[in-house]
Structure formats: structure tokens, C-alpha cells
């Protein structure tokens, strides 16, 4: 930005004593401000430091906005308070140095020497500066403000969202901590606690689903130093060759599926999703923290995908041999998760003693979706019908017709919002990022399942 011949950088991201500046709106207490300082001054998991990591992530977030007028006044009042903070070689600082600059230019002779004088770090009292000299000063103030109105621009609205992100991102960090220290977390496990939500929140794609009952079984499992149980429930992989048979993917690899049409359908690569989630792990594991990783291997989909058998769509006797195919597709797994238990969801739930409440809410989860009086959106269960009858129609060989389509979706959706019973063992869920997709995983609203959202394959 170009000040009457100043050219004034009010990018403050980058200024050497922000992280002070940052502490003391973020804490009254010196002994937090000391915690957080020794916390962001530290290195992350990744071997960066923390506050360097959080000024290049805001760096390379695209900054989007709309201009108002609302924005528009908080952005000039940002580059008034960045101006005042910079000091010239004379100890002025530069707003009020700018200001001088244009006394020197707009007031008589007098005001004119004492602005000059000024500017280079004299001090005047009241009485021995001009009489003229607090209207020019005013006038000269507000056509400062004028000039800073009419040239703010891309860059000084960048700087200010800049800024109010690395903010925000701060807060976060301070209301973390907090959040431990009225937990008797003491300094170690303090720094394990606030660590593990930084990390978490640079790999999440979207906000947790109860992201409260999260915090409290990661704060209970490092008071406790018993294991913090995440869960990843992996679907199968079903496909359908030639749109006539079904058959169950028993591996981790890449597949070639002939379809109905001559094409070749190419289900993708396995591998990175179960290197993720071993780098989850390990994340926490770095962090001090104790983890019991496991793959629930979804066998609930046998019965969600084909609630009436092969219903004339595709042969019983596949069916039966998805059966096989499962057992090998666990063993695949299990070689693939090294230092992880890989268990059958619905014997994970029997084992726990869950597995009856599952089957009873499920019931009553679709009692109420063919009803219609289910806790989700008539909009949102309707579109998934569409979306499961269009691609039955393109995949498949017979057309099932709608209500086969809708006898899937309700059972999917049943389960789903069935698996909150999970939530007994402390369980965190750990999914793949689809939308809107897999937000009812574990039930809808302050009772539902705590599910951490995150990019799993680069290739769906």
C-alpha cells in the first residue's frame, strides 16, 4: 500500500513479536501464556515447529471473501492498529509518523516545524505547540483515514483474514489447553492432550461428529494410561461382473471387474488407507499416548445390501460364497494392519455385549424410516434412493427396480444410526470424508458416536 510516497506493508503474520502479542489476548495468566508459548515454540510430530507450521498453513489457505462495508471498516481498523504498532528509527510509530507527514504538508509554518520536529522523536507539551496545531492534527488524521479507506485492497484484505485465522487457530489451542488444566492434566500429559488435538486437526477433512465426547475419552485415556480405543469400520468391497453375479473383493490390491457393458470397472488399491491409519497410530504413540487401533470388518453389509437374499438379481450361491470371501478378506487385512486387531463387526459387538441393542435399535431405525417418521431428512433419504436406483440401473444386468433400492438404503441407514451402541468402550470411529455421506455413522445429535473425519485414499 502506497501512503502519500510510504510503501507500508501491514501483513503481520510474519512480525517477530506476534506470538507475544497473540499470548497475552489468549490468557491474563502468566503461567498459561508460559504453557502455550513452550508448547507452540515446540516441535509438532512432523519436526516443525508448531507456531511456524500454523503461520504456513494460514499462508497457504486461500483467502475467499465478500466485501461489505462491515468487512471493509474491519480491515481499515486492522491496518490503523498494524501501522501503530511499527515503529520508525525515531520511536514514532508509523501511523501516527504518517499523520505528521501530512501536518507537514497541509499546516501553516508553525504546525508545519513542530510536525517536522515531531517526527523525528521530539516531545511538545500541550502549551508550546502552535494553537492551530490539534485541528490541523485531526484534520490530517482523517485524511490519513480517507487515503487507508479508499487503497485498501486485495492484500491488506488478505493480511486481515491472515490474521484473524492464525487467531482463531490459537484460540483453539488456548481453550485445549484449558480444557486440560481444569482436568488436572499436568504438564506432560497436558502437552500429550493438546499435541494430539493439533495433530488430529491437521489431518481432519471436517468437524467431528460429537467432538466433545472425543476430547473427554482422549483426556480419559491419557489420565488413565489405558488404551484409546479407535475404530475404523471397514466396508466390503462388493462388485458385480458382467452386472449378473456378485462377488466380495478378498484382497487389499487393485481389481479389474468386467462389466455388463464390455467395459472393465477398476475398484482402486486398498494399501494407503491401511498406511494411514497405521500413521494415525503411530501419531498418537509419538505423542506418549496409548492406542488400540482396530478394523471392524463390516459383515453387517451382507445382511444391509441383500435383506431378501439374491432377490433375483444375482445368484444365492454367490452369496453363499461371499462367505469364504470374507475370512480371506480379514486375513488380507490382518497381514496388511501389522501391530492391529482386525475382528467382524457384528462379533465385535457380540463379544462386547452389544450385539442384541444393535439388532433391536436397528429394527426400530427401520420401523421408523419406512414410516416415515426416522430423525433424518425426508431430502436426504430420498436422494440416497435415487442415488442407489440409478446406479443399480447402470451396474446391474436386471433392474431391481425402486423399492429394492429403497429396501437397501433403509437398511444402511438403519445400521448406521444404529452404531452408537459402540460408544460404551470409549470408542472413537475414524472414517473416510464423503460429505454428507457418513455423518449419521453412530446416530445424530449429543448422544451420537464421536467420529473423526479424514482423507483415508487419495483416490475413492
Not at 483474514?161 to 485445549?176: G, M
Not at 484382497?251 to 482402486?268: A, F, L, M, Q, S
Not at 419406512?370 to 442415488?387: I, K
Not at 459402540?422 to 470424508?433: A, K, Y
Request: glycine share 8%.
Amino acid at each position: 500500500m502506497n501512503l502519500f510516497g510510504a510503501i507500508v506493508n501491514v501483513e503481520s503474520i510474519h512480525r517477530q513479536d506476534l506470538l507475544d502479542e497473540i499470548l497475552v489476548r489468549a490468557s491474563k495468566r502468566s503461567d498459561e501464556r508460559k504453557l502455550l508459548r513452550d508448547f507452540l515454540l515446540n516441535k509438532s510430530v512432523g519436526g516443525g515447529i508448531r507456531f511456524d507450521e500454523l503461520r504456513e498453513k494460514i499462508m497457504a489457505t486461500p483467502i475467499e471473501v465478500e466485501v461489505d462495508g462491515n468487512i471493509k471498516n474491519a480491515v481499515v481498523d486492522y491496518c490503523r492498529s498494524q501501522l501503530e504498532k511499527v515503529k520508525t528509527s525515531s520511536g514514532v510509530s508509523l501511523y501516527r509518523g504518517l499523520v505528521l507527514q501530512v501536518v507537514e504538508k497541509e499546516g501553516d509554518l508553525r504546525c508545519k516545524k513542530a510536525a517536522s520536529e515531531m517526527r523525528k522523536g521530539a516531545i511538545f507539551s500541550s502549551e508550546s505547540l502552535p494553537a492551530s496545531f490539534p485541528v490541523v492534527f485531526n484534520k490530517a488524521e482523517n485524511i490519513l483515514m480517507g487515503k487507508l479507506r479508499s487503497d485498501v485492497g486485495n492484500e491488506e484484505y488478505e493480511g486481515y483474514f491472515r490474521s484473524k485465522n492464525l487467531n482463531s487457530e490459537i484460540s483453539t489451542l488456548t481453550r485445549d489447553l484449558f480444557y486440560g488444566i481444569n482436568n488436572s492434566l499436568d504438564r506432560e500429559q497436558l502437552f500429550a492432550f493438546v499435541g494430539a488435538r493439533y495433530e488430529m486437526r491437521k489431518l481432519q477433512m471436517s468437524i467431528p461428529t460429537n467432538e466433545t465426547t472425543l476430547k473427554q475419552n482422549l483426556l480419559e485415556a491419557i489420565k488413565s494410561e489405558e488404551p484409546l480405543n479407535l475404530v475404523h469400520i471397514k466396508c466390503l468391497r462388493f462388485t458385480y461382473p458382467f452386472g449378473n453375479r456378485l462377488q466380495l473383493v478378498d484382497h487389499v490390491r487393485n481389481v479389474e471387474v468386467p462389466t455388463k457393458d464390455g467395459g472393465v470397472h477398476r475398484p482402486v488399491s486398498e494399501v494407503q488407507l491401511f498406511d494411514r491409519l497405521a500413521d494415525i497410530r503411530r501419531i498418537f504413540e509419538e505423542l506418549g499416548i496409548k492406542v488400540r487401533l482396530k478394523v471392524l470388518l463390516s459383515d453387517q453389509d451382507l445382511i444391509d445390501y441383500f435383506p431378501r437374499g439374491g432377490d433375483g438379481v444375482v445368484p444365492d450361491a454367490d452369496l453363499l460364497e461371499t462367505q469364504e470371501s470374507l475370512f480371506r478378506y480379514k486375513l488380507a487385512i490382518s497381514q496388511q494392519m501389522d501391530g492391529s486387531e482386525v475382528e467382524f463387526l457384528r462379533e465385535f459387538m457380540s463379544k462386547n455385549g452389544v450385539l442384541n441393542k444393535f439388532d433391536s435399535l436397528r429394527r426400530n431405525q427401520l420401523d421408523q424410516l419406512r414410516s416415515g417418521r426416522s430423525p433424518l431428512s425426508e431430502g436426504l433419504v430420498e436422494s440416497r434412493v435415487d442415488y442407489r436406483y440409478e446406479s443399480n440401473k447402470k451396474i446391474l444386468d436386471t433392474d431391481p427396480g425402486r423399492e429394492f433400492a429403497r429396501e437397501r438404503v433403509y437398511a444402511q441407514l438403519a445400521s448406521l444410526l444404529s452404531l452408537g451402541v459402540l460408544g460404551r468402550n470409549g470408542v472413537v470411529l475414524i472414517e473416510e470424508d464423503k460429505g454428507e455421506e457418513n455423518k449419521i455413522i453412530g446416530g445424530v445429535g449429543k448422544s451420537s458416536l464421536p467420529v473423526f473425519f479424514t482423507k483415508l485414499r487419495d483416490a475413492l
